[in-house]
């Protein structure tokens, strides 16, 4: 019955506060597309704005590691597993600049979708060739405009916290543009909010380790499937260290 209460309270102070930080959000943005075409600064109000999650929820213990190989001023792919939800507060955690590439129906939720809107996240529209070409184009336009992306190259939420199969989008948009893949794993999401589910779990040691940059010169010669399948033992490895 406390989980239960807690879930609720928990919940309800994310829609709240959700309607809260929206309008601050807009007109943060309507002085930041002015002087800023990364929408850098926006982009860190909404790392706030997801980290909020993490720190009223006394049950969850989040440890990051190695921060620092992420180096400002350089653009990458970042690849993360996928967990739970949580990932998306855990990953804004981190405070770094980014473009996330998100599934197009979440544009359509209120709040999110707008918020979505307002960064210029990238849709991802699966099954749709034209979709899936213009979010090449708008991948390429936030890589040359100085901004990385963030993929979930499982394509979806792995229950159990198994490595899934990666998908080949981010690694040819990495060879495309040659520019570097920062892989992100994450351990401890999946038990903190359980797939599906809007109940909590209980407490939860959450870690997320930003590992070393794969440097564009080191898989130049390979094809995105082959890129894949090397990021993936690296991050299946690191994963099982982690946990």
């Not at 990364?38 to 009223?56: D, E, R």
């Not at 920062?182 to 779990?201: E, Q």
């Amino acid at each position: 019955m406390i989980r239960v209460i807690f879930s609720f309270l928990y919940w309800m102070f994310t829609v709240v506060s959700s309607i809260i930080l929206i309008p601050i959000a807009c007109i943060i943005w309507c002085f930041n597309i002015i002087f800023d075409r990364k929408l850098a600064i926006l982009h860190m109000f909404g790392s706030f704005w997801g980290s909020l999650y993490l720190w009223v929820n006394p049950l969850w213990k989040l440890k990051i590691y190695n921060r620092k190989n992420f180096k400002k001023g350089q653009v990458y792919i970042i690849v993360s597993n996928h967990q739970s939800l949580a990932d998306i507060f855990v990953l804004y955690r981190l405070f770094f600049h980014y473009k996330w590439v998100v599934k197009a129906e979440l544009f359509k939720v209120p709040i999110l979708g707008w918020n979505l809107a307002l960064n210029r996240y990238i849709k991802l529209a699966r099954g749709n060739t034209g979709g899936i070409l213009k979010m090449m184009k708008d991948c390429e336009k936030a890589l040359k405009q100085g901004s990385s992306l963030l993929i979930f190259p499982e394509g979806t939420r792995s229950v159990d916290g198994n490595l899934k199969r990666f998908k080949e989008g981010a690694f040819k948009i990495a060879l495309a543009a040659k520019v570097p893949i920062l892989p992100i794993v994450i351990s401890g999401t999946n038990k903190a909010i359980p797939d599906k589910r809007l109940l909590l779990g209980g407490n939860q040691k959450i870690k997320v380790k930003v590992l070393e940059a794969i440097t564009y010169e080191s898989f130049c010669d390979l094809n995105a499937s082959e890129l894949a399948k090397k990021v993936h033992a690296v991050m299946n490895k690191k994963i099982n260290e982690l946990a």
